[in-house]
T-cell receptor
């Protein structure tokens, strides 16, 4: 069965420090992979996505993620965190093909940034 | 600007009442989705639709109903049969095929009094 695991429920980092949010997935083939960010009481905004090609993908707001097939991982990174990055982050897997009806979301990682 | 509009932003309901949440998109997307979000549980799929006049149940469809009479609209009705309806509801859409990412609305928070 398809699933997405975000092992860290909550992470606290200092402003200016580096950040890595973990994501592991279970899927029968190479999926589409996404990272979304959600501010309190708001919808989800796409940070970045992986479909094929270069396994290191760049996104908005200075984020990047690396797809590692051997580890079934798609970890999100940022070299220097800003206070405005405090939010909830969701990793998601999407089914390939014309069907592609469903996405599978992790339970999210809440990020706190301290001055 | 293209996007997804959900209304109302906040909604209060008495037990036993049905309520309908609106979702409209002007992105010309084929597929539309409704998710429920509860703290610590991520997003759970309620219903989705890939084409007008057709929709499928997701993982937690009991107590909910939808319609897809127009491509741009996908309203969700929370019925009195839903035992725990207080939650944050998110509507999303995507183009079938292509890169296929989901685009989300701003959400509707339903509180049952």
């Amino acid at each position: 069965a398809q699933s997405v695991t975000q092992p860290d429920i909550h992470i606290t980092v200092s402003e200016g420090a580096s950040l890595e949010l973990r994501c592991n997935y279970s899927y029968g083939a190479t999926p589409y992979l996404f990272w979304y960010v959600q501010s309190p009481g708001q919808g989800l905004q796409l940070l970045l996505k992986y479909f094929s090609g270069d396994t290191l993908v760049q996104g908005i707001k200075g984020f990047e993620a690396e797809f590692k097939r051997s580890q079934s991982s798609f970890n999100l990174r940022k070299p220097s965190v800003h206070w405005s990055d405090a939010a909830e982050y969701f990793c998601a897997v999407g089914a390939r093909g014309t069907g592609g009806n469903q996405f599978y979301f992790g339970t999210g990682t809440s990020l706190t940034v301290i001055p | 600007d293209g996007g997804i509009t959900q209304s109302p932003k906040y909604l209060f309901r008495k037990e036993g009442q049905n309520v309908t949440l609106s979702c409209e998109q002007n992105l010309n997307h084929d597929a539309m989705y409704w998710y429920r979000q509860d703290p610590g549980q991520g997003l759970r799929l309620i219903y989705y639709s890939q084409i007008v006049n057709d929709f499928q149940k997701g993982d937690i469809a009991e107590g909910y109903s939808v319609s897809r009479e127009k491509k741009e609209s996908f309203p969700l009705t929370v019925t009195s049969a839903q035992k725990n309806p207080t939650a944050f509801y998110l509507c999303a859409s995507r183009m079938v095929g292509g890169t296929g990412e989901l685009f989300f609305g701003e959400g509707s928070r339903l509180t049952v009094l």
